[in-house]
Every structure is written in C-alpha cells, then in structure tokens.
C-alpha cells in the first residue's frame, strides 16, 4: 500500500519542530516519529493485483505494514470481500488519513489502523500480509514471516524482496514489482517413510519452502516443494504429493501422484 513509517532521512537543515523543542523545552515540544522510509502510495493498479496475487478472499484476515492511507486495507474489504484487515503505520498523521478514507468508505466495522512500530506488534493471525517496505526493512522482518506466520499464510510485496528466499510468483505491473511468497511449514529433520509395504529412513533438508532429502535405498534422493502444508516430491522419477498434519505427512490425490504412502518424524 504505501511505504511504511519507521524512522525517516536525517536532513541537514535544522526541524522546526526541533528548535521549539530547544526553544520551549522537551516537555512542551511533540516530536514526530523518526520515520525510516518516506510515504509513496502504492499505485491502485498494484494494490488491485497484489490483493488478487494473493487471492484474497471471504476467510482471510489481511494486515498492512506500513499502511499509509489505508488504501489495501479497505481494498482487500470493499473489492476483495475479506473478513477484516488491519494497518499498521508508525506515522500518526497517516493513521488518522486512512482512518478517515475507511470512514467515507462505510468499512470501519472490518478495517482497523494502529499506529506503532510494525516489528512490535503481533502479525501472527494474518491469512494475508502486504508489504511496501525497502529491503533492508524486508530483511528484518523476514525471520519473523517465518517464525510467526503459519504455514499457507500469503505474503505480498510491492517492490522490494526478501533476499535470498525466492518467490512462488512475481510479476510486473505498470514497471512496479510485484512478489508473493507461501509461507512454508517446516519439515528440515528424519523421518519414516512408509511405501508399498517398506519403511525408509528420510533425512529432509530445507531451504525455505525448497526441499531436498536422502532416502534409504534410493540413492538418488528426493527433491521437492513446500507451498504451506503441502509437500510436492519426485523420488525415482515418481511424484509425491503429501499434506503435513503436525509430525505426520500423508498422502493426497493428485493427478499422477503415488498413493497409500504415510510418512512421520523419527
């Protein structure tokens, strides 16, 4: 939607705001928060794809990191028919802006704004996140996307990336980036495999929702794909397609899949 409020540019020249705060001392003088990256608006073409890459629907609960004036947000309510949403900027001004937009637009029953430091709230029950933040804000927040958001949670950045973990899709709008990311369940350890009858030792390897493994008898290994709880992998030229329920990994129809297999944490 826009880039976040964090902590601005310094300048050179002096605030105004400061030098009252020098003038008639820090308990009269109300500073604005620093902010680490200046306002831009996203462009409302972006905000519409963006919403639609991340199939926004009647069930989800979309938040907004650096809200501004709340435009995917009420977006994700008004177009999108999502459940509710909510904004997160630190800039005050930019809160009550988006807060007035959900106002005119009649969505204030589904469409929240708060104002705070987006690495101190808690993002955790998000279906949707979105995002227009620079890199260097992505890459902090990163290991709380992976850490906190559940698996299948649908992350939507406009611009910038996430480094080195690849995107499930991105695409490019009126010249503007757009990425989406399926936040993995994690697999990475033993387990046993059960097929045709056999048990087989499995070691899994996991770069963020790209797996790799050793299996017992199968020299070749196994390589595969998360896209949340689900698990896609070829071993010996066969597909696999297994949905993660906590230590276990069953078996789900798929076109060309193997099926009657079961496999769970050593």
Known sequence: MSVPSLRSFASLTLPVGLLAGLLIGPAQAQQPPRLDVPYVPTPEPVVAHMLKLAEVGPDDYLIDLGSGDGRIAISAVQDHGAKAALGIDLDPERVREARGNAEREGVTDKVTFEQGDLFQKDISEADVLTMYLLSTVNMRLRPVILDTLKPGTRVVSHAFSLGDWKPDQ?????????????????????????????????????????????????????????????????????????????????????????????????
């Open 170 to 266: 991105s695409d490019v709008i009126n010249g503007s980036s757009v990425f989406l990311w399926i936040v993995p369940a994690k697999v990475a350890g033993q387990w046993t495999l059960e097929l045709d009858g056999k048990r087989y030792q499995v070691e899994l390897d996991q770069r963020f929702q790209r797996v790799t493994g050793t299996v017992e008898g199968h020299p070749a290994g196994l390589r595969g794909q998360l896209k949340g709880n689900e698990l896609h992998f070829t071993l010996d030229d066969r597909l696999y397609v297994g949905q993660l329920n906590g230590d276990r990994i069953e078996a789900v129809p798929a076109e060309g899949a193997q099926q009657g297999w079961v496999a769970y944490r050593s």
